[in-house]
């Protein structure tokens, strides 16, 4: 346990966060198709390949997490990623669960599925390289919505989950995020987040999950995307880590912020404010779109852009990582 303690502890330590490269090979697709790049599984590869090999990358990031098609692929030099990355200095991660599905006797809400055959795939995972893997809970905001059949069944599932990952030497990332798409006020998010987390750390201690070996990646606290504009980022900070902090045992390895869609220097902004205050844990960052959206740009699956998408990588990462560091320049 002591080791997977200290895996834990690197994951968050500033002033690195974590890349976020796990979109299924679906959502990839969609994302490709959208830069008029043609999608394919060898599209996907390349694409995860001039992210990770990003120089210095390593200065800023931890950990990379992959989906699992992109876990079991190799770069163009013939390395498997896990390899690879290790090599780099960036430790392995893999997206583990299934996808969220509709809840049964719950109308639109979901449930995240994949721990059938969970502790097989950790178990090959570990065995190939992999340090620390991710699972997604959805928690939409609606007319009453989420219910608590919701909120309970996502947290079971996490649970679950991270003892899994556990029992296999792998750190569980535990992510049960309040989806910011749409117009709720700053007040619903915050509600509803301290339910969720509520769920979500009775589940841990009923499954006496080790807390110093898990990280959590939550929401921020902020109004719906539709009206992000309405809050400072010192009002983002100021509610986030103050609902985090009524909730999230102090025993917590880290938390790493996720995006949830928000503009790359608006998310950076929200980041500084947060990381600025005291808490009881390491904070940090495990963002996807906010630090690839423009490298997919620039690169636009062509080998003579892989240099202009690593660039456009390295200075988001830079960027965000620099807040960690006291330094607000987003």
């Not at 989906?67 to 997206?95: H, I, W």
């Not at 929200?270 to 844990?281: S, V």
Request: some cysteine.
């Amino acid at each position: 346990m002591d080791e997977l303690r200290r895996a834990a502890k690197e994951l968050v330590a500033r002033p690195r966060g974590i890349l976020a490269a796990d979109e299924s090979p679906g959502t990839m697709d969609k994302r490709l198709e959208g830069q008029g790049i043609t999608a394919s599984e060898d599209a996907r590869r390349a694409y995860r390949e001039m992210l990770v090999t990003t120089p210095d990358l390593s200065d800023s990031v931890s950990g990379v997490i992959l989906c699992e098609e992109t876990f079991n692929q190799r770069l163009s030099d013939g390395r498997p990623f896990p390899e690879a990355l290790a090599e780099l200095g960036l430790a392995t991660g893999v997206k583990v669960d299934t996808g969220a599905k509709p809840l049964a006797g719950a109308p639109g809400e979901t449930v995240t599925e994949g721990l059938d055959g969970l502790r097989d795939r950790l178990q090959d995972f570990a065995s190939r390289g992999a340090v620390f893997a991710k699972w997604r809970a959805v928690i939409t905001i609606g007319p009453g919505l989420p219910t608590h059949r919701a909120l309970r069944a996502n947290a079971h599932a996490l649970a679950r989950y991270a003892m899994l990952c556990q029992e296999q030497g792998i750190v569980p990332i535990v992510e049960p995020e309040v989806v910011a798409a749409g117009e709720q006020t700053m007040d619903q998010c915050e509600a509803v987040t301290n339910f969720a987390m509520l769920e979500v750390f009775a589940e841990l201690a009923y499954a006496e999950l080790d807390l110093p070996s898990m990280v959590l990646k939550p929401n921020m606290i902020t109004p719906g995307l539709d009206r992000l504009d309405e809050a400072t980022a010192a009002e983002v900070a100021e509610s986030t880590v103050a609902a985090l902090g009524r909730v999230v045992p102090p025993e917590v390895a880290g938390i790493a912020f996720l995006s949830g869609g928000q503009p790359a220097d608006v998310a950076t902004q929200h980041l500084a404010g947060i990381a600025a205050r005291p808490a009881p844990w390491p904070l940090t960052f495990s963002f996807g779109r906010a630090l690839v959206d423009q490298a997919l740009h620039d690169w636009g699956g062509r080998v003579e852009g892989i240099s202009a998408g690593q660039a456009a990588l390295g200075e988001r990462v830079r960027a965000t990582s620099a807040v960690l560091r006291g330094s607000v320049n987003a």
